[in-house]
């Protein structure tokens, strides 16, 4: 006997001797288990549009007997040889530091962030780093409900009120170095204008524009500047078509802060047959166009890492690290002596004090 | 805001750059609709395409050479997941939304392994070597026309024409013919001897390598980098462009036009237009497919047998 119905989208079904649609329906299963598995093993490979991490089970230095146990929520890829690699090389070190077993999650999304902490909690982590402000309240939420844990937040402020008591800070403020890169930048543009190109606007980013802008003035009082916003770290399509649209608006240099989507800002300086020189932060990538990378500046994410894990260790569990004046700055390329002398120059200011950069900035961005 | 900033060749000719991909890609999913398969695998497919073509190009060496296997690798594993796409909705006649989303997710994460897996986690900032501007001699210094037209790379002056090519066929041949009423009313096509199976399978892998090669063309042309995000994008944008084109070749081309220019026009807007939230501008190509979505959408007419497997030895 064969019956047949309707079922969704108006396809038929056979029930009857010798039908398929059960193995059919087996098969759609099979497939979507497969293709969960290969999504989770995947992860991201350039940037975040799907997340995975390190598996838990065999994450960190396997045989290690400590009971200190990092898990971190990451916003991009660890491949992404900028914020996220930085900070992933920062948890490696723990394992040799102090014994830990470390893991991370990669290119969680902001919505994620509560579960996939949650989930590390589970697993017996009991470090949690959460490694961006964009993940502010998970963090907070995550050391309200779990006081038996350590959560650090990377902040956009040094305290809060009713800060938990299992609750670190950490702050890194753009300004500081953004104002280096910009008298950098300005020393050596090729152009009218310094720009600035970030991926989202946020208020600790808008006072990094704002200080690259007044840096380029310091180092040259007749450059202008332009600031802009890809609306995403890690997207080199559309950090390509702003490039060359502000290359054609007369920019001369760019001081980068974006991820992966500087790829796309390298590939429009090439296009434009023009040498214009760029900075970037968190590494070293002079081997994306060694004929234009100017320098950049890094965090210094190792020693926040090891000082706050230390600290979690001899049981203080809240507090908070500064790390706006501990970045440093990578070799500078593609300028003369005298230039390169002059940004250490203004680097060892800033760092010393001498030079006050105004990291207060962040509501919007004021050209001056 | 004047003319130029509007119609001027740069923001044109950064147009032209935005609207190949997603004339490939899209041409590869209006390839698989006409014929009745509706793939919902399509930014996933990008994806692979994109993160294989860079990774393989990278792993040989990054030099100019290595771009043409980069390519070709693209094609293999649009093939390759074309022929595995086809094989579950046809051969297995799983239903192909199920399957498309399916085929979504392992593509998602397909295209982030292959690149983990080639290059992994490096110190060393990564960037795939890119296809050269080429300027066609004589063309390229026609005022205004040159530099929209004749000043991009090869991969552009094949894939336009071949697309070209490929839409006059879908239209205007008798394979075209037999591949759209497959999509029409397969079993009257099956009636008069023509292999609905075989004209699905075809339609499927020649899609799927499209949308793979579109892929390519953003590693290897557009950022010399792989990112999942522009990837998937360029890729959900596109199915919403065979909406917009009605299932017909020259709307679908007006669409993608139109999308590339808006992907233009953006970055000109945000710095012209400074006192306007950029975040408001980098919605605009969004906005506007949602618009178009409600605006064609109720006119348009699809192929009958959209998304409907076809089965040979089912009674109505």
């Known amino acids: 006997m064969r019956v047949r119905f309707q079922y969704w989208f108006g396809s038929t079904l056979d029930t009857g001797e010798g039908s398929t649609w059960m193995i059919r329906w087996k098969i759609a299963v099979v497939l979507v288990s497969v293709a969960m598995v290969v999504a989770a093993c995947g992860g991201s490979g350039g940037t975040g549009a799907s997340r995975s991490s390190r598996p838990l089970s065999t994450a960190g230095g396997g045989g290690t007997s400590s009971d200190l146990r990092i898990g971190e929520i990451m916003t991009g890829p660890v491949s992404d040889n900028s914020w996220n690699y930085r900070q992933s090389i920062a948890l490696k070190l723990m394992e040799s530091k102090y014994d830990a077993k470390t893991t991370y999650i990669e290119s969680v999304p902001v919505a994620d962030a509560s579960q996939d902490a949650q989930q590390l909690v589970s697993n017996g982590y009991n470090v949690i780093i959460f490694n961006s402000p964009a993940f502010f309240n998970s963090a907070l939420q995550l050391a309200r409900q779990n006081s038996n844990i350590t959560v650090i937040a990377v902040s956009a402020a040094l305290s809060i009120p009713d800060q938990p008591r299992n609750l670190w800070l950490e702050q890194a403020k753009f300004a500081p170095a953004d104002y280096v890169m910009g008298y950098a930048a300005a020393l050596v543009a090729n152009g009218p204008k310094v720009c600035y190109l970030g991926g989202v606007e946020l208020p600790n980013i808008i006072a990094g524009a704002n200080a690259t802008l007044r840096g380029a003035k310091a180092a040259n009082a007749s450059i202008g500047g332009e600031v802009n916003f890809t609306g995403d770290f890690d997207d080199p399509a559309k950090a390509r078509l702003l490039t060359s649209t502000m290359i054609n608006n007369g920019c001369g240099a760019f001081v980068l802060l974006l991820d992966d989507a500087t790829k796309g800002v390298v590939q429009a300086i090439k296009a434009s047959g023009k040498r214009i020189p760029w900075f970037s932060y968190n590494s070293d990538q002079s081997s994306l166009d060694p004929a234009t990378y100017g320098g950049g500046y890094t965090f210094d994410w190792d020693q926040a890492y090891t000082t706050v894990v230390g600290k979690i260790r001899a049981g203080i569990r809240s507090g908070s690290y500064d790390l706006s004046t501990g970045f440093k700055l990578f070799p500078l390329y593609n300028m003369t002596n005298d230039q390169r002398n002059r940004v250490q120059d203004v680097y060892k200011k800033v760092i010393d004090g001498a030079i006050k950069v105004d990291s207060t900035m962040t509501d919007k961005v004021v050209i001056p | ?316």
């Open chain 2, 1 to 316: 805001m004047g003319f130029s900033d509007f119609f001027g060749s740069s923001v044109l000719a950064a147009a032209v750059l935005a609207a190949v991909p997603l004339l490939v890609i899209a041409t590869g999913e209006l390839t698989m609709e006409l014929s009745g398969t509706l793939n919902l695998a399509l930014a996933g497919l990008v994806n692979a395409g994109s993160a294989t073509a860079g990774t393989v190009t990278y792993v040989l060496g990054n030099r100019g050479i290595d771009l043409l296997w980069g390519i070709l690798s693209s094609v293999v594993i649009g093939v390759v997941l074309g022929v595995a796409f086809a094989y579950v909705t046809v051969t297995l006649r799983v239903h192909q939304v199920t399957a498309g989303l399916a085929m979504f997710i392992l593509t998602s994460g397909l295209g982030a392994l292959i690149y983990r897996l080639g290059i992994g986690v490096t110190s060393r900032a990564v960037q795939f070597e890119t296809l050269p501007q080429l300027r066609i001699p004589g063309l390229a210094n026609i005022p205004y026309i040159g530099k929209i037209l004749f000043s991009h790379n090869l991969y552009t002056y094949i894939a336009v024409p071949a697309i070209g090519i490929l839409l006059w066929l879908l239209y205007r041949s008798n394979w075209g013919l037999r591949l759209r009423a497959s999509g029409e009313n397969p079993r009257a096509v099956d009636g008069v001897g023509v292999d609905v199976f075989r004209v699905r399978y075809i339609s499927i892998v020649i899609g799927s390598t499209l949308a793979s090669l579109g892929g390519a063309y953003l590693s290897l042309v557009l950022t010399g980098s792989y990112s999942p995000e522009s990837a998937i994008e360029q890729g959900w944008i596109a199915l919403v462009l065979v909406i917009f084109g009605q299932w017909r070749p020259i709307p679908l081309c007006l669409g993608v036009a139109l999308f590339g220019y808006i992907e233009a026009l953006t970055p000109e807007l945000t710095l012209k237009l400074s006192s306007v939230s950029s975040a408001l501008f980098l919605m605009l190509p969004f906005v506007l497919a949602l618009a178009v979505l409600v605006a064609t959408f109720r006119r348009a007419v699809e192929p009958r047998s959209l998304a409907k497997t076809y089965e040979r030895e089912v009674r109505f």
